[in-house]
């Protein structure tokens, strides 16, 4: 089983940057992958960011040019650094794992943007 604790959220004016980390309970070398979710209130989860062993990252259209996703085998940690945000980034974000065809979930970080 894989344990996954969300931080970093909180409120921020848009044209800002959150940093969000999400530590893992094992070794993230051995967890394919990893990535960020997130949820709007009134609307379904959708993928933000997503990371594999190797290196391979893809992203989301909306947030493409502004997010970064990165992890720290090290320190079990991904990270997701959000940059030039804006108000409809905010929402709940989760950090989930994939491992052996199992996803792990976080409980989530509130990120708000206000204009």
């Known amino acids: 089983q894989v344990r996954l604790v969300e931080s970093g959220g909180g409120e921020v004016q848009a044209g800002g940057s959150l940093r969000l980390s999400c530590a893992a309970s094992q070794s993230i070398f051995r967890i394919p992958a990893m990535g960020w979710y997130r949820q709007a209130p009134g609307k379904e989860r959708e993928l933000v960011a997503t990371?594999?062993?190797?290196?391979?990252?893809n992203y989301a259209d909306s947030v493409k040019g502004r997010f970064t996703i990165s992890r720290d085998n090290a320190k079990n940690t991904v990270y997701l650094q959000m940059d030039s945000l804006k108000p409809e980034d905010t929402a709940v974000y989760y950090c989930k794992a994939r491992k052996d065809s199992l996803d792990y979930w976080g409980k989530g970080t509130l990120v708000t943007v206000s204009s």
């Open positions: 990371t594999i062993t190797g290196g391979s990252t």
